[in-house]
């Protein structure tokens, strides 16, 4: 409901029968609490309202004026920072939480301003308080690229300089969702800043040196979960920073596999001294087979180039991409981009040696 185009009369209407429902449901709710089944929260304020509705001035009028928490235990401070309504949590403790765990910071760390939540920090908000998810303000700040935000709160955490103790439920830091988002100035500060100490359980060595292995609880690196959402530029990034390429998925899909499906040469090309490009998923399909059925004949014909053959008499010399290799259902590159209709990929992978 567009707010502009509701009248005065209709204004009241609908201020009478909301609050004819929340002193019906109160009084059916009450009656039933002897059983001590229902949430406290549900029979102070048995109504979740809508973001929309509660940018309605006067639905927040009421709301303010009611003083009580929703049913997800959210007070009215909560409700105005959630719908970005100015709030100086004067009144209300800035560690309250919701049904969710989410606080005041939470709430305020997802509008990129410093200032509200330096004003919270000083009335001592909890910097490291985890919701019901485990995401910390911090996590909020990475996912939304709010580099002033990650700044403030990263050097309140009482002198922890390693994200790899911020997981939440899932094993994700905030570097893993900064990746995931795109976000690269998020990513940049993390890696620089978060990632300085390298212990055995989470490191291995590359080039003599070495290089993050940090994944979430599904085996997933931050490379991986880059390469996933089609970050290429942030594992370009990752790669500067020394961090893994080579770790499978579940599936046993690696960020390489991931630039062939969605067709990035480039991350191809930075990705080929990393891993091995010829490994079969659990599928059974190569990075080739993938990139012929997405009819990326570039990458088709770039891998083809990788294997060597004399240059006198043509014969294959040294292997890396089988252009044979079957799927589970036995299907070859070719099969699949025939099947696709790809025809140009067709035409490469007939070729007998690709330069």
Known sequence: MNASLVTEEETQHLSRCMQEFIDGARTVLQSINSTKKVPKELIQWP???????????FIMSYVR????????????????????????????????????????????????????????????????????????????????NSLDICRLLWFRQDGCRNWSSFGDCTGRTPLHWAACAGNQDSVDFYCCYGSLTFSDSHSTFRDGAMV?????????????????????????????????????????????WYAARYGDLGAIKALRKFTAIDRKDKN??????????????????????????????????????DRK???????????????????????????????
């Open 284 to 321: 059974g399909r190569t990075p080739l087979a993938e990139a012929a059925r997405q009819g990326f004949s570039d990458i088709v014909q770039y891998l083809l180039a990788q294997n060597v053959y004399d240059s006198r008499t043509g014969a294959l010399v040294k292997l890396y991409v």
């Open 212 to 256: 993050r292995r940090d994944v979430d609880n599904f085996g997933n690196s931050v490379t991986l979960l880059a390469s996933q959402c089609r970050r290429f530029n942030i594992v370009m990034s990752l790669l500067h920073y020394r961090f893994a390429a080579d770790i499978p998925n579940e599936m046993g899909r690696t960020p390489f």
């Open 47 to 57: 109504l979740f309202i809508p973001r929309k509705k509660l940018q309605m001035p």
């Open 65 to 144: 004026r009611a003083g009580l928490t929703d049913c997800l235990g959210r007070s009215p401070a909560h409700l105005a920072l959630d719908i970005g309504y100015p709030e100086t949590w004067t009144q209300v403790d800035p560690n309250s939480e919701d049904v969710l765990g989410r606080t005041a910071l939470y709430f305020t760390a997802r509008y990129g301003t410093p200032g509200p939540v330096e004003a919270l920090l000083s009335r001592g908000a909890d910097a490291s308080h985890r919701s019901a998810s485990g995401l910390t303000p911090l996590h909020v700040a990475a996912i939304l």
């Open 325 to 355: 290799s079957k799927d589970n259902q036995g299907r070859t590159p070719l099969h699949l981009a025939y099947d696709a209709k790809r025809v140009e990929c067709v035409r490469v992978l007939r070729l007998r040696h690709v330069m």
